[in-house]
T-cell receptor, first 114, second 115 residues
Framework: ETGVTQTPRHLVMGMTNKKSLKCEQH?????MYWYKQSAKKPLELMFV???????ENNSVPSRFSPECPNSSHLFLHLHTLQPEDSALYLC?????????????FGPGTRLTVL | AQKVTQAQTEISVVEKEDVTLDCVYE???????LFWYKQPPSGELVFLIR??????QNEISGRYSWNFQKSTSSFNFTITASQVVDSAVYFC????????????FGTGTRLLVSP
């Protein structure tokens, strides 16, 4: 695998379900990000992790719970979601100390909450 | 506060036409970074270019070119001789810092290139 991968690519869940989104980066980066992309809205930054430590929580509801066990993996745990949480969830990674100073994105997980 | 505006929601062109995607930004910082990303139907955001605020040189990469003008706070993107494979949503983004880099995105411009 190369780049940034995300699983699953598609997820349909009910409001009472608990599910998790997974992101893995194979670039040797040390910062990872979760973004939410809703229809007709700009991408919204949700969480930032730097060297496994959360450095940003952009006022995200507690029904979204991130986890970063190491610099290569990032999870987003979902529980009791609402239909308005349906969106494309994108993961990104970046080398904080690198010269390219660019975030690289995964393909996203398309989430539908019924 | 940072803000990125992409006023063009959707643009339709015929193959081989040139097309320019507009991006206007707002920031109070003197040091900032501008980006363009492409999002094809597969969903993945593909990095195209990064420009820092101290470098106003225009850049050309194949059929792609970028015009950065600080005087008008614009960072426009031109595709020359468009192709069907260029069909995608294009996002302009702004970052006011390096390090953890919080990107602020515009709402995107959907480009449809027909044969």
């Amino acid at each position: 695998e190369t780049g940034v991968t995300q699983t699953p690519r598609h997820l349909v869940m009910g409001m009472t379900n608990k599910k998790s989104l997974k992101c893995e980066q194979h670039l040797g980066h040390n910062a990872m990000y979760w973004y939410k992309q809703s229809a007709k809205k700009p991408l919204e930054l949700m969480f930032v992790y730097n060297f496994k430590e959360q450095t940003e929580n952009n006022s995200v509801p507690s029904r979204f719970s991130p986890e970063c066990p190491n610099s290569s993996h990032l999870f987003l745990h979902l529980h009791t979601l609402q239909p308005e949480d349906s969106a494309l969830y994108l993961c990104a990674s970046k080398d904080v100390a690198g010269e390219t100073d660019t975030q690289y994105f995964g393909p996203g997980t398309r989430l539908t909450v019924l | 506060a940072q803000k990125v505006t992409q006023a063009q929601t959707e643009i339709s062109v015929v193959e081989k036409e040139d097309v320019t995607l507009d991006c206007v930004y707002e920031t109070r910082d003197t040091t900032y970074y501008l980006f363009w990303y492409k999002q094809p139907p597969s969903g993945e955001l593909v990095f195209l270019i990064r420009r820092n605020s101290f470098d106003e040189q225009n850049e050309i990469s194949g059929r792609y070119s970028w015009n950065f003008q600080k005087s008008t706070s614009s960072f426009n993107f031109t595709i020359t001789a468009s192709q069907v494979v260029d069909s995608a949503v294009y996002f302009c983004a702004l970052s006011e810092d390096t390090g953890f880099q919080k990107l602020v995105f515009g709402t995107g411009t959907r480009l449809l290139v027909s044969p």
